[in-house]
């Protein structure tokens, strides 16, 4: 071939390349988008894991297990099927550390701010990219959202690292315990629930500063950016956005409840609360109440916990955290809309109502699409994992425990993830990818435009109940 049609292809082959880039962007969605982007991360964060120098010994860890530690750190589940503290070294922990932080705040919101350092416009695209990622309700103030998101992360980090190094740093040394402190306060804030203790946090369980401000940490982060800048803005509660009141009031009572009843449940379980004082009961009690809402660490063995315990923590986990925030599950909000819908339908119907403010009959039938769909996953993903790992009847509990926990981005497990087989492990990885981007963003991304139909049909009845 001569020199002008070699020129020819080239140019050719760039034009081509510059449809496709010009195709993408103006028929991919946000939503199709999001996906994409977080499924070139994980596999990028599972190349990196593979190297032998992101390991302890200096050899691969595999392919399997690398895209799973990818995928639960992108997604911040806290799955693991290696400990993270004893097979990765430090190279592998920073790179876990930092899928954890992407993956946290979305990767948009990294891009917003590395797009204003650089004097990067923020287009339209963008900024329906944004608001999706952050489940804002309008697309104005979004570029401020990003960069309150990225400063409430690092304040709250910071001062966590802080403490956590203090109370450290006479067991561990001082650099060793700055570097446990940041690590663990990245890992809480985004409800990961990675840490470098291969008991988790079991080892501080009567410890209150431990404690306590691993609790803070993932609460702020489970209540949402939303929540925080708008608490930060107003500081009133009649101020405040019907958003921010439900997500607060639901948390508190929910809190309160996981509380109350695991306090309960396992004061009766010699296994888990026989060696503990009243004191530390009452920390463990609340630290386990509230960790289920997607933070993931734990401070007893959760194994041996009642069974009637271990239920109780399947709804914790598959209710998660808020809309907007670093949790998973189907949401507080999700919860509370499909909770006023029900006790309306009890009083006879009517606007469905919270704080003086009509919630909106689409909003009703999203949350009811969040549930069933979710339920539905978990119930799959339950009985492929029943069937990859050969589980008789009386590890049933166990199996539904995972599928939870994964599906929902919590990260506890009753010990199932270690004995995890090839394809359940496949299994697992698939349904922490899911279960972070949501059964909606899926189907949204996956769909094409919204058809109206043009056929009207005549109004009928079905029986109910």
Partial sequence: MNENGSRMKRHSTSGRLVLLVDWLKNKMNPPLLILIVFFFLIWIGALLLTLPQASVSGESIGLIDALFTATSAICVNGLVVVDTGSVFSTFGQVLIMIMIQVGGLGFMTFGVMVAIILGKKIGLKQRLIIQQTTHSTSAQGLVKLSLYMVLIAFAFEALATVILTLRWQEEIGWGQ???????????????????????????????????????????????????????????????????????????????????????????????????????????????????????????????????????????????????????????????????????????????IHAFERKIAEETVIRALAVV??????????????????????????????????????????????????????????????????????????????????????????????
Avoid: C
């Fill in 372 to 465: 069933m769909s979710s339920l539905a996953a978990v119930l799959v993903i339950t009985l492929l994992l029943t069937i990859s790992e050969g589980m008789l009847e009386d590890h049933f509990l166990e199996v539904l425990f995972e599928a939870t926990s994964a599906f929902s981005t919590t990260g506890l497990s009753m010990g199932l993830t270690n004995e995890l087989s090839p394809a359940g492990k496949v299994i697992v990885t698939f349904t922490m990818f899911a279960g972070r981007l949501g059964p909606l963003t899926l189907a949204f991304a996956l769909a094409q435009k919204k058809r109206s139909s043009k056929i009207g049909y005549a109004e009928d009845h079905i029986l109910i109940g």
């Fill in 177 to 351: 315990a700055a570097y446990y402190a940041l690590f663990h306060s990245v890992s809480a804030f985004n409800n990961a629930g990675f840490a470098l203790w291969s008991d988790s946090l079991s080892s501080f369980a009567g410890d209150p500063v431990v404690n306590l401000t691993i609790i803070l940490l993932f609460v702020i982060g489970g209540l949402g950016y939303l929540v925080v800048v708008d608490l930060f803005r107003k500081r009133s509660w009649r101020k405040l956005s019907l958003h921010t009141k439900v997500v607060l009031l639901a948390s508190a009572i929910l809190s309160a409840a996981g509380f109350l009843v695991l306090f309960f449940l396992e004061s009766w379980n010699p296994a888990t609360f026989g060696q503990l004082g009243a004191g530390e009961r009452v920390l463990v009690a609340f630290f386990q109440g509230v960790t289920p809402r997607s933070a993931g660490f734990n401070t007893i063995d959760i194994g041996n916990m009642l069974a009637a315990s271990q239920f109780f923590v399947i709804i914790l986990m598959f209710i998660g955290a808020a809309s907007g925030g670093t949790g998973g599950g189907i949401k507080i909000n999700t919860l509370v809309v499909l909770v006023l819908a029900t006790i309306n339908t009890f009083r006879g119907g009517g606007q």
